[in-house]
């Protein structure tokens, strides 16, 4: 558990919301978030692969509901596959714009592809979730 309080750490550090707004350079609102699952050993492969290509109207969608510098990293700790998300939302209502993603026929098909090889947390998994939410604890801007 300690391993994945400090993963969630490391990765909350490799980016900080770097968007500027373009009138005035100043930096836009943003939010970070990290979010962490597990990874089906016999389903990691095909996932690597499914992200190695993404569909680009998948990418498209992301982009359009205002996440920026998004990226999930793989670690193994004690035998077993992690996932962990990062991505800075730049919009005014998240919930709204998880919404327009989820309501996405693509992007719904491309869950229907990656959700099968993640193992959620049992937190994330009671809640009907596949990633589950991390908590930051430090950020140096």
Known sequence: MKNLILLSLLLTLL???????SSSHAPARCQRFVWV?????????????LHANPWPSVNRMIKECNIRNFSIHERDIDGKTYLFAYLEYTGKDF??????????????????ETDPCQSPLPDAAAKGKIWA?????????
Do not use: I
């Open 37 to 49: 699952t597990g990874l089906k050993p016999e389903k990691a492969e095909y996932y690597r692969q």
């Open 15 to 21: 980016s900080g919301c770097a968007t500027t707004n």
């Open 95 to 112: 919930d709204a714009d998880m919404k327009k993603m989820a309501a996405d026929p693509e992007t719904q098909r491309w869950w229907k």
């Open 133 to 141: 939410d991390t908590k930051e604890v430090y950020f140096l801007k």
